[in-house]
């Protein structure tokens, strides 16, 4: 880790991007991992799977998803999809999964945390990858982004996707070569127990990623 920066963080939701990118990025030193919970019908699974990935190699022994909550059910309606857990199907296209203000959000508490926490100047990783459609994974959000949470909390908060050039199937395979556990990674929007609903447009793209890797997926699936 560059000495011009206190701390790297990296914001993981529990699936397979940000779980590879936080392996990669304890390779170079100590991570603080962030869960942000928003209210998201998904998100009791996703910390369950969290622990769990945290207690095998490579994250075993390293330092523990730090939770922290920014409630969103005042402003996404009870009837959106995210919030009822009833995602777009299986063959929709990216678009219709986006949740606006997403990276707004996960960013803002991530960075007033680690300011408050004394662990700035920092750089925060993210897990966006290439062909990303949505307007806050731009590097140009990111970078503004990144200035203006500098300039509101005094001090370098350095915004950054080091998976922005990988498409899924290229993240796949870095797993492998970090020893992930992929299956105790969640890339579902309407999970059960563990399971991969194999609905969602998220299931497909993960299942797409592995057959473009040519691995086996070693999550389970409901369908």
């Not at 019908?41 to 490579?58: G, N």
Request: net charge negative; proline share 8%; hydrophobic share 45%.
């Amino acid at each position: 880790m560059s000495s011009e920066y206190k701390s790297t963080a990296v914001l993981l939701s529990g699936g397979l991007d940000s779980a590879v990118l936080a392996a990669d990025a304890l390779r170079h030193g100590p991570v603080t991992p962030i869960y942000v919970s928003v209210g998201f019908a998904w998100e009791a699974e996703e910390r369950e799977m969290l622990a769990a990935l945290f207690s095998r190699p490579p994250f075993l022994g390293s330092t523990p998803p730090v939770a922290l909550a920014f409630d969103m059910r005042d402003v996404y309606s009870p009837a959106h999809w995210a919030m009822q857990g009833t995602p777009p199907a299986f063959d929709t296209p990216d678009e219709e999964v986006y949740l606006t203000g997403r990276n707004v959000i996960l960013l803002s508490k991530a960075a007033v945390y680690l300011a408050t926490s004394e662990l700035a100047p920092t750089r925060v990783l993210m897990g966006q990858l290439a062909g990303n459609p949505f307007p806050d994974a731009t590097p140009a959000f990111l970078d503004t982004m990144g200035q203006a949470l500098s300039l509101g909390l005094a001090t370098t908060v350095d915004v950054q996707a080091p998976l922005a050039r990988m498409r899924k199937a290229d993240v796949i395979r870095r797993g492998m070569e970090l020893g992930v556990p992929l299956q105790l990674t969640l890339s579902c929007m309407q999970p059960l127990n563990g399971l991969h609903c194999g609905r969602c447009s998220k299931c497909r793209e993960r299942l797409d990623g592995f057959r473009e890797a040519g691995i086996a997926d070693p999550a389970r699936y409901a369908s």
